[in-house]
């Protein structure tokens, strides 16, 4: 089956917004097996929108929309989908009655009762997270139509509980793929390693570069989802194996659940001073549910006399070689191990912009990382060339992150110095 | 002048990347001034980019496209869009000398090389932030095409520096917008305070939902840029006085931008202390450059020794009323402020999920401001039943800035409450 998706929504279409309902339902069709040929934008604009619609039932068996279901005028997917399909819209009772306890004690006009009329004998997909159901139906000429709410937020839950269910009974085979994530090696010099298994057809296998690092994704497609998985499995050991220990997970969501993950398995505590990062390391730490088990305690150590006073950073190494060295990085990561009683502790420092500091460049950050017996440091520098802000202080994280996995798996770090005994 | 916007990449299709560059173009051809009315992905196919490419030129005047100009196979922008357009593709010297100069000491091959053919005759864009060229050619009948690389850190400089200004020549007319930011209300009754002001063809007013914020953006259309801007100022003061107090800014970048720029101007310190926000307070001010000056200090105290260590929370308030506490809020604010001998302290503690804690509901957040002589409180429940703890720590520091803001500003708090003189 072939499918398209279409937005609706000036604000898309104006570049106020960036897209990202596309890139959900796109997943979700992917993963039913159906073939996205294309995927459109336009504005809240009934005409252009009726004869999108018209092109995409002439190419696509499935068309979803998403967007233009509220209730002020100018949402008009609804009426648009509807009239095109030749249905009138009608009061669905219990969407009505889901709104006035809704609305209960608040205003509830015309405009709110207008979400509740929905293309005669559709099926309702319930709204969860706001008031804006969605439906699906299929047209006089057996073409399926979804249609669903713009916000993310209430357009994730109702794709994933009501949505996919529906469309499922069209899905006649299934995609499945599997992500293969590695950290300290380019896109470039792993296309190199996999090229030859880049080659085939079915599994595929092909690379993907993100901010600071990059993944591997084998795709299959087969009758069931099971097959298709079980297509995939040989391929991804071997790119697995390929890839080394740059390879820090297969199909996990990132660095920090890897971490947090393995430190609640060693029972091991871990404990962060961070200066040029500002507090992003425990940040995207504690986003991980169950961190307060494996991280107590995080220090943002921002001016010098705050990592003398709450670290013991020697006031003469601040003095004479400056907040920006590889040994007040030692001290940082040392002093809160102990301050926390932790069994890691993490220190970052380092000038992550605008301006040069102390003399030292941008860019220029260290990271130590202490475990009581030995303090290891990684030393980033020039980094392409790039320089905002945002990008190095996440590279910075993500590289303490890194080193603290190595340790945590008995792996030999990368671009790491063993240092003085704690 | 119609423009039109289509991105090319398979992995845009099945919604393994979310596009991000149709956003950054649709807004500066807007910006010229130019009429989009659509814009579409496809995947890495010649012959659906040509099909979409025709289409596109039959509606539209101005075709942008991005993604699919790197070294490898599977980009096939260029030739696609040359073959369609009857150019052959030359060796650009300018570039090949660039290439060589990028690679030198590393392997340059065919498909490097393959990078600096470009379309006979066209305006050569160079990538300052990596390898592929983009460039811009007017066809035979008049149509202008342009093409952008699909990195986003490649996109978003060549677009401004360089396809900005070759696309001006085509401007006759401009747009401008100013946006008006506001916390604290909703969209709906944002809407309802300025419903008349939203009725105008130019200027136009519209409002827009954020994650935990709202702002109402103002756009006119003129002959240049500094017209368009005049009309825009009226409405948008008349706008920002509808919506009072809630408003933080018109066109600033964020809540956090306008606090540590007014703790610069009023030189005041900041001192934070978190719990369940984990270091996304302190995070989100530190990415200011310029923090360093307002924000010598941060502590994520995420367990209750570490509270009662580092902050001196009462260990007996902790054993009988908890962690999660306005007593316990009341005394981390309090005691960071001391510790690092600033203006202001922030406390934040609270259940950002996914499971209850002490008894108390996820979305219970309690958020403390000390500046020396009263404390303040502001407590967040329910949450409209949002319980994402990605979403509710970055709504818990956001009101966190929010009630930083109003003190600075010598505003009235919203649901606050004054407490015990510190």
Redesign the interface.
């Known amino acids: 089956m072939k499918a398209e998706i279409i937005s609706v929504g000036t ?10 309902d ?9 993963a039913l097996g159906f073939d ?8 809240d604009n009934s005409r ?1 929108l009726a004869e ?1 619609l018209q092109n995409a039932f002439a190419h696509s068996d499935i068309v979803v929309t998403t967007g233009g279901l509220g209730p ?1 005028d100018d949402d008009l997917t609804k009426q648009t989908c509807a009239a095109a399909a030749g249905r009138k819209l009608v009061c669905h009772e219990g969407t009505k009655q889901r709104l006035e306890t809704y609305f209960k004690g608040r205003e509830f006009g015309q405009s709110q009762m207008n979400q509740a009329m929905l293309p005669q004998g559709c099926t309702v997909f319930q709204n969860d ?1 706001g008031t804006a159901p969605g439906c699906g139906f299929t047209t006089e000429d057996g073409k399926v139509l979804v249609m669903l709410p713009g ?1 993310p ?1 209430e357009l994730l839950p109702m794709l994933q509980n009501y949505a996919v269910p529906y469309l499922s009974q069209w899905a006649d085979g299934a995609i499945s793929s599997t992500n293969i994530h590695a950290f300290g090696i380019g896109e470039g010099s792993a ?1 190199e390693k996999i090229s030859d298994l880049m080659q085939g057809a079915n599994p595929t296998a ?1 690379t ?2 993100l901010e600071d690092e990059m993944y591997v ?1 084998v795709t299959a497609k087969a009758k069931t989802k099971e097959e298709a998985q079980a297509l995939c499995k040989p391929l991804a050991a071997q790119v697995q194996q390929r890839l080394g220990d740059f390879v820090y997970g297969t199909d996990v969501a990132s660095l920090e659940v890897v971490v947090v993950r393995e430190l609640q398995k060693q029972g091991k505590m871990l404990a ?1 001073a ?1 200066s040029c ?7 995207r ?3 991980i ?1 169950g ?2 088990q494996v ?9 010098n ?2 990592k003398n006073m ?1 670290l013991g950073v020697p006031q003469e190494i601040l003095n004479t070689k400056g907040a920006v060295c590889p040994e007040t990085a030692f001290a940082m990561a040392q002093g809160v191990r102990q301050k ?1 009683g932790a069994d890691f502790g993490i220190g970052i420092t380092g000038v992550a ?3 040069t500091s102390e003399g030292k460049p941008v860019g220029y950050i260290l990271i130590a990382l202490a475990d009581g017996e030995h303090t290891y440091l990684r030393t980033m520098t020039g980094q392409g ?2 320089k905002d ?2 990008y190095l ?1 996440h590279l910075a994280a993500s590289n303490a992150l890194d080193m603290l996995r190595r340790r945590l798996f008995g792996l030999p770090d990368i671009e790491c110095t063993a240092f003085e005994k704690h």
């Open positions: 604000e898309l279409l104006l570049g106020q917004v960036i897209n990202s596309t890139a959900y339902v796109a997943r979700e069709l992917a996205i040929r294309y995927t459109c934008t336009v504005g252009r999108t002020t997270h916000p937020r296309a092909a993907y570069a994704r962060t961070e990062t500002g507090g992003m390391l425990a940040e730490i504690t986003d549910a961190a307060s991280f107590h305690m995080g220090l943002v150590t921002y001016a006399e705050i709450l926390a912009g605008p301006k060339g790039r802000r945002d202080r």
